[in-house]
């Protein structure tokens, strides 16, 4: 689970006793105060629009009912929030409680040398280091070498390393490409490993279309 709480406290409330008297100056102060929502305790109108439009998204994707997320800032931290639930949840241990200090093995993932370097940079702030990103080939197209990538779990497997993760793209940076997802989510399975999908780029047109 991964939360983030800003605090903001701005007086005066609702423009009460403010000296800045136009209804416009009032109306952008108060629109302003509209993200600076104090979500960390009560119930307020915030946490309804996140939970309705992730309701909405959901239904764009074709996700499945009990399907959940969170809305966050952009594509970057959003690709941090999630390989740290995949760390979390492929650990085998209490990431949270423990740290890094507790794993027995050091935890490798995969993406292709087109990902986007918000991922390099997300596993540098999960304490991976950056060595543990390991960088696949590509084809003719673009996309992620499927065999260069068996060949690169299994080899970290004989080297004692734990292999959790695998980084697909859905719609790249640079090129737009997209990995074969279908067979990068069989291969995922057969290895138990996490599938994780960048879709900062494709996957809303992906859904519109």
């Not at 009032?26 to 979500?39: I, K, Y």
């Not at 760390?87 to 990431?95: K, L, T």
């Not at 390991?134 to 499927?146: A, F, G, S």
Request: aromatic share 6%; with cysteine.
């Amino acid at each position: 689970m991964s939360c983030h709480i800003r605090w903001a406290i701005s007086t005066p409330l609702l423009g009460l006793g403010d000296r800045h008297r136009h209804p416009a100056r009032r109306a952008g102060r108060n629109a302003r105060r509209g993200h600076e929502s104090q979500c960390g305790c009560g119930d307020h109108v915030a946490n309804y629009v996140e939970a309705q439009v992730i309701e909405w998204i959901k239904q764009m994707l074709a996700y499945p009912q009990p399907a959940s997320g969170v809305l966050v800032s952009g594509a970057s931290v959003a690709n941090l929030v999630c390989l740290t639930v995949a760390r979390d949840s492929m650990a085998g241990y209490d990431v949270r409680s423990q740290g890094l200090q507790g794993a027995q093995k050091r935890m490798t993932l995969y993406a292709s040398s087109e990902v986007h370097s918000c991922i390099e940079r997300a596993v540098d702030i999960l304490g991976l280091g950056c060595e543990s990103l390991r960088l696949i080939p590509v084809n003719q197209d673009y996309q992620i070498d499927l065999q260069a990538l068996r060949a690169a779990i299994a080899a970290d497997r004989r080297a004692g390393f734990q292999p959790f993760c695998v980084v697909g793209n859905a719609g790249t940076v640079n090129t737009g490409a997209i990995d074969d997802l279908p067979a990068l989510a069989d291969l995922c399975q057969e290895q138990g490993l996490w599938f994780h999908v960048d879709g900062a780029i494709g996957s809303v047109f992906g859904a519109l279309t």
